[in-house]
């Protein structure tokens, strides 16, 4: 009965500094500046017409927007969301222009995260071009606060089809295709993203970002390290407004053969589900039970 999102599609990221977000965007992440707007700017690091929107203002909060496969499709979502008692919002002709996109409707999960439900999102006819070479590949997965793991975790795999690819403590990694996760939830006592993630083309790609952004004064809070989850190797550093970015390589792909077998693993809330290689991360959301203990 749930509604199946085609993909993700973007992230819109109210912040303190229009110009420092497009500054770290381009010049440490790697992205390519597509739009600006006195209030707005446009980023991405793929083909799709923007990742990432950064919108003048913190109060802006955090929205994260998916792909709904057509129009039909949204209005059924839209439909059903009302029928769940799911407060729905239809977006305004500004709204759907803001987003690039034709059709928009808005919902919030239990946690009260901003979740954008988007039909024909403007497609771009031009290649990603990026301002250095850190060898993004894609937009691939953002990691989501939750207060509470379990009805989150229900909302999302109930009303919007998602499935469990594994469990680190309470917290559920989701998938929506054949990539490990797209959604990954983080226990926290607030709403909003916790992290934006880019896959990159290989581990030579994470090295050199990792030398790269330290040269350049940029926390770097995770990494180098590899997931026993999804298998990714990884590097997460500190950007503006307390957004951590993350590069990663070599996801885990559950195919369609794989899902008639397929069951997801539960890890113990402790480092080594963060991380199998021994890195400790410097990220509030991923601190586990020994680590608190040990700090305290
Ligand atoms: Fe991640």
């Known amino acids: 009965m749930g509604a199946d999102l085609h993909d993700i599609r973007y992230v819109r990221i109210g912040t303190e500094d229009l110009d420092e977000s497009i500054r770290f965007a ?4 790697g992205l390519e500046l597509v739009g600006r707007e006195a209030s707005a700017a446009y980023l991405r690091g793929d083909d799709r017409d923007h990742n990432i929107c950064y919108v003048r203002g913190r109060e802006a909060g955090h929205v994260l927007g998916f792909e709904m496969k057509d129009m039909a499709a949204l209005d059924a979502a839209a439909a059903m969301f009302e029928d769940a008692g799911v407060p729905v919002r239809h977006g305004t002709s500004d709204e759907r222009e803001q987003r690039r996109v034709r059709g928009l409707v808005t919902i919030k999960d239990p946690t009260g995260n901003v979740i954008d439900l988007v039909a024909r999102p403007a497609a ?5 071009y990026g301002t250095r ?25 109930t009303l919007l089809n ?4 594994d469990w680190i403590g309470d917290a559920a990694l989701l998938r929506i295709d054949e990539v490990h996760h797209k959604i990954a939830l983080f ?12 896959q990159v083309e290989s581990q030579d790609d994470i090295m050199r970002s990792w030398y790269f952004l330290q040269n350049h004064n940029v926390r770097i809070v995770f990494g180098p390290g590899r997931h026993p989850t999804s298998g990714a190797r ?12 993350e590069y990663s390589t070599g996801v885990r792909m559950i195919t369609a053969e794989d899902e008639k077998t397929y069951v ?13 290689w021994g890195s400790l991360p410097d990220i509030p959301e991923f601190k586990t039970e020994p680590d608190i203990a040990r700090a305290a």
């Open 26 to 29: 381009t010049q440490m992440l």
């Open 124 to 128: 771009s006819g031009k290649r990603y």
């Open 133 to 157: 070479d850190a060898g993004i590949t894609s937009f691939s997965h953002v990691g989501l606060r939750t207060a509470d793991a379990q009805a989150d975790e229900r909302f999302y795999t």
């Open 162 to 165: 998602a499935k469990v690819s």
């Open 187 to 198: 226990p926290s006592t607030f709403a909003g993203v916790q992290h934006v993630n880019f």
């Open 234 to 245: 990884f590097l997460y550093f500190m950007g503006p407004d307390g957004i951590v970015y």
């Open 264 to 276: 997801p693993r539960s890890f113990p809330a402790v480092p080594s589900s963060f991380c199998m």
